[in-house]
């Protein structure tokens, strides 16, 4: 009967060290983690080792359960999956252990919020563009250029090549290439 516990940040800039912290605190033999979006289950390889590894009378361990899953189908697929194995859920930060009708009761509880939470996100998210839009001041077409359009197709103009104009410019050349069909567009 071991307890595993799992860390997840969503983004490269976020550190999952305070929930390594917690999870050793709480027991846990082995911690994986990982630094992937919790919206779905796909990609997410520590995850998914963890749930391979885990035999009947382990425990996994989350300091939240949004960290294991924001979506109702995706938790109720993997506590679906934990139980079948005879696996028990646990969560540092909220009173949830599968092994208990109030500790599932709870879970459920959870899951729906943190699928409304990231529907509001979303929500807010897609305001925010149309506000923008309205306001011309989202194109939609990702960052500004950049690089000067018109110094590419003037070194052009003075007969350097794609690969000469990238190096004076220390841009690649596909870059040079895309400057130059979007002047001439």
Same mark, same amino acid.
Request: net charge positive.
């Given at each position: ?46 995850? =998914? ?58 879970? =459920? ?65 596909m870059s040079v290439h895309r400057a130059l069909n979007?002047?001439?567009?």
């Amino acid at each position: 009967m071991a307890v595993y516990g799992y860390a997840r940040v969503s983004t490269t800039d976020q550190d999952v060290t305070l929930q390594e912290v917690a999870l050793r605190a709480a027991g846990c033999e082995v911690i994986r983690s990982e630094k992937r979006s919790g919206t779905s289950t796909e990609g997410r390889t520590e995850l =998914q080792t963890l749930m391979e590894f885990a035999r009947k009378g382990d425990t996994i361990v989350v300091t939240r359960i949004d960290r294991l899953a924001r979506s109702i189908a995706d938790l109720a697929s993997l506590v679906r999956d934990m139980e079948a194995k005879g696996v028990t859920l646990r969560a540092t930060e909220q009173p949830i252990d599968t092994s208990t009708a109030a500790g599932r009761c709870f879970l =459920q509880m959870l899951g729906v919020f943190a699928e409304f939470e990231t529907n509001l996100r979303r929500e807010r998210q897609m305001e925010g563009i149309a506000k923008a839009k309205a306001a011309g001041v989202y194109a939609g077409k990702g960052r500004p250029a950049s690089i000067s359009t018109e110094r590419v197709r003037e070194l052009r103009d003075r007969g350097l090549g794609p690969s000469a104009i990238a190096k004076e410019l220390r841009i690649s050349r596909m870059s040079v290439h895309r400057a130059l069909n979007l002047k001439e567009a």
